[in-house]
């Protein structure tokens, strides 16, 4: 069965930049979409960015020139760098992989985007 777990999350100042890593245990495709959710209280979780492949990647227009994932298939491992952060960007980030008809999502890891 597969696992996400996640890492990176915390605080930092608007205009810092931040890493998220997740990693998947179990078998896994390169194909298999993986990417990122982000959820704030109140509102619908949010596809922040998503990568099929080495190459095909989408993301959320909010973030698009700041935020850049990345995939390290050997590691089973997908990256978002998010740079140039914003206090808007504050929210639980969740990883998510799609095999088939089932989607897969990590435990969440708060991003804090405050001074």
């Known amino acids: 069965q597969v696992q996400l777990v996640e890492s990176g999350g915390g605080l930092v100042q608007p205009g810092g930049s931040l890493r998220l890593s997740c990693a998947a245990s179990g078998s896994i495709f390169s194909l298999n979409p993986m990417g990122w959710y982000r959820q704030t209280p109140g509102k619908q979780r949010e596809l922040v960015a998503s990568?099929?492949?080495?190459?095909?990647?989408n993301y959320a227009d909010s973030v698009k020139g700041r935020f850049t994932i990345s995939r390290d298939n050997a590691k089973n491992t997908v990256y978002l760098q998010m740079n140039s952060l914003k206090p808007e960007d504050t929210a639980v980030y969740y990883c998510?992989?799609?095999?088939?008809?089932?989607?897969?999502w990590g435990q969440g890891t708060p991003v804090t985007v405050s001074s």
């Open positions: 998510f992989i799609n095999l088939g008809g089932t989607t897969i």
């Open positions: 990568i099929t492949g080495a190459t095909r990647r």
